[in-house]
């Protein structure tokens, strides 16, 4: 699921999507992206969202945050 925020400048845009991000991958078992856009300034994205991540969106990704949740 991606979670946007409202548009706002790049630096906070970055850090709200930053700790976004960081909280949903406590968990998740999927990574989660910090990613950049034009319109949005930045957003947190979850890798689980689609079977395989979308070009568009790879080139975009400024920051990554791993999955923390284990699988036994």
Known sequence: MATLTQSVPSSDSYFA???VAERRALHSFFDQHV???DDLGHFAFDE???NALPAHLASR???TVPGA???F
Do not use: F, K, Q
Request: aromatic share 6%.
């Open 48 to 50: 689980g969202d689609y």
């Open 35 to 37: 990613v950049e856009d």
């Open 17 to 19: 999507a930053l700790a």
């Open 69 to 71: 949740m284990l699988e």
């Open 61 to 63: 990704i400024v920051h």
